[in-house]
């Protein structure tokens, strides 16, 4: 069942079009992740759904509430994590979720919450001397005190360390399993990939594609990837006229070659008709990062 | 929204130079300038009071000026800057109570502050306790409302908190300037004196409710209507991210 219905929707800066006709639903309970590079319209298009924004078009329920017109009840619905949201330096942690537990009619058991955090022996740190993973965790706390229905987090794991950004992976997938409809704001592929159910992939503005990360893949299904040093210059033309080959690419000095069908013996048959080696072989399948690069013409990360 | 007063008070009594400033540094100042026999003589200039009599008001000045126009706007500027105000969005509360409750905490110091003065003043050097205690609270009041709804407008206008800090300083100056915290008032010509009388926070009007007649109604007049005016434009210009 969908709690999150977003039809055309369009907002405009200064004439500048940030999001240009985006449709999508999410249905009650999953990680709906929205994925896309910097400036592409995601947090805009989430402001809009929290109603901190208004659309310039379209139309937006969340919960059967209008975000601007039901702003009061919507707010204590929807939990919500901001991309760049600092706290005062010197408030305790404590005092904060206390302040913003204050603000709801039914808040969570703030201590419990710090707990399921692993924040339970910083209640009394001040904000200022928290680490970047510790401030993230303060801030999903803070989205989560009202008991909200649906929690919005952008850009969550921005700035965080490998491992501080693996454990808040998992946080994220408990808040799912307590039953809460997650909106998941990022640019990092691997992080859509492992937590998402479904993906809302936005370019430019527009709406390139919403599916499951097995869906989204599977739309580039089939296609390969052969990696290898030639041990002698070699003439990429070669290749490039081989009806397996899509693409070839040079990084250094290993060549990328990229597409379908018996594309490994197609590559090694001239490399041996032109007694050259390839030397550090390795064959890859298409993941996330192929799809994305299919679906909006460039790579996610440059 | 008790609860919002209550945290903003603990931290501002984490800031210990804020708290230095805002709420010690009149009495201390005083207990200085005190300390010079010169000053505590009756001088003619001032009708035969002391000096230190006659700068009383001008100690209020500091205390009103650091809160409404130092502490206020740069508070305010950063709390946007830093996207407090814009989370406090997302949540059941309108982020104007934190206005609200600055403004509040702010009260609570100033009245500290200078009840700190009387009694330092009182107690060491023998300053009466105003004459007219009543206008004396409604020109205190005033005051600081009025270089309160200044200070927001600092903060309202300002692109980010270190232009906040920048602005807010040069109105500072003209205050403590016109309120004869740098020059006394006696030193100043007739002309600025009768500018400063008018302008926040109405330094003539504590003058003389604490230790002469009766304030001039007129300069409270301006000082109210300075907050509503000020007031009414920071809040329809105020940016909240």
């Known amino acids: 069942m969908a709690i999150i219905e977003v039809v055309d929707l369009v907002k405009t800066y200064d004439r500048k079009v940030a999001v240009d006709g985006v449709s999508f639903t999410v249905d009650e309970g999953e990680i709906f992740g929205i994925l896309g590079p910097n400036g592409a319209g995601k947090t805009t298009t989430v402001e809009c759904v929290e109603g901190l924004r208004s659309p310039d078009g379209g139309t937006i329920r969340v919960d059967g509430l209008d975000p601007r017109r039901d702003r009061a009840e919507l707010r204590t619905r929807l939990g919500v994590q901001l991309q760049q ?16 537990a204050s603000f709801y009619r039914d808040p969570a058991d703030w201590r419990e919450l710090l707990a399921r955090l692993g924040l339970a022996d910083r209640a009394k740190t001040e904000y200022r001397k928290l680490s970047g993973g510790q401030k993230q965790r303060v801030s999903i706390a803070l989205a989560l005190i009202g008991k909200p229905k649906i929690a919005v987090l952008d850009e969550l794991t921005t700035g965080l360390d490998p491992q501080a950004r693996r454990d808040t992976w998992s946080l994220v997938e408990q808040v799912r399993d307590a039953g809460v409809t997650v909106v998941l704001v990022t640019h990092f592929m691997e992080e859509a990939e492992r937590l998402c159910d479904r993906i809302a992939v936005i370019d430019a503005g527009r709406l390139v594609a919403v599916d499951s990360p097995a869906g989204l893949v599977s739309r580039v299904d089939g296609e390969q990837r052969v990696r290898f040093r030639p041990t002698a210059p070699l003439d990429v033309k070669l290749l490039e006229e081989l009806p397996e080959v899509s693409n070839v690419e040079q990084h250094g000095p290993q060549l990328v070659v990229t597409g379908t069908g018996n594309l490994l013996h197609a590559v090694t048959s001239v490399l041996a008709r032109n007694q050259i080696v390839a030397a550090d072989l390795r064959i890859e399948q298409a993941g996330l990062d192929d799809a994305f690069i299919r679906l909006t013409g460039r790579a996610l990360t440059e | 929204m008790l609860k919002i007063v209550n945290t903003e008070w603990k931290l501002f009594l984490r800031e210990p130079s804020m708290v230095v400033f805002a709420v010690l540094f009149p009495a201390i ?3 200085v300038l005190g300390a010079i026999p010169a000053l505590r003589t009756p001088d003619p200039n001032f009708d035969n009071q002391r000096f230190i009599d006659a ?7 500091t205390a009103l000026a ?3 126009l130092n502490k206020l706007p740069a508070t305010v500027a950063t709390y946007r800057e830093k996207g407090v105000l814009r989370r406090f969005s997302t949540t059941p509360v309108h982020p104007a109570r934190l206005l609200v409750a600055q403004v509040l905490v702010n009260l609570i110091a100033g009245v500290i502050s200078i009840v700190l003065l009387m009694v330092v003043g009182r107690a060491v050097f023998d300053i009466d306790l105003p004459h007219h205690p009543l206008w004396f609270l409604v020109t205190f009041l005033l005051g600081m409302l009025s270089l309160s709804a200044i200070g927001l407008l600092v903060a309202a206008w300002a692109p980010n908190a270190r232009s906040a800090g ?3 300083t040069v109105v500072f100056m003209l205050v403590m300037f016109f309120g004869g915290v740098y020059l006394p008032r006696f030193l100043l010509p007739d002309f600025l004196n009768v500018i400063g009388a008018y302008l926040p926070p109405g330094v003539e009007a504590l003058q003389q409710s604490w230790l002469g007649a009766a304030p001039d109604p007129v300069h409270l007049g301006v000082l109210a209507l300075v907050t509503v005016a000020a007031g009414t434009v920071a809040a329809k210009s105020f940016r909240w991210e």
Request: proline share 3%; net charge negative.
């Open chain 2, 166 to 168: 920048g602005w807010a």
């Open chain 2, 55 to 61: 700068f009383m008001s001008s100690l209020v000045v």
């Open chain 1, 85 to 100: 949201s600092e706290l005062p330096d010197r408030i305790r942690v404590g005092e904060a979720l206390d302040l913003y």
């Open chain 2, 29 to 31: 100042l005083l207990l």
């Open chain 2, 66 to 68: 650091f809160l409404g």
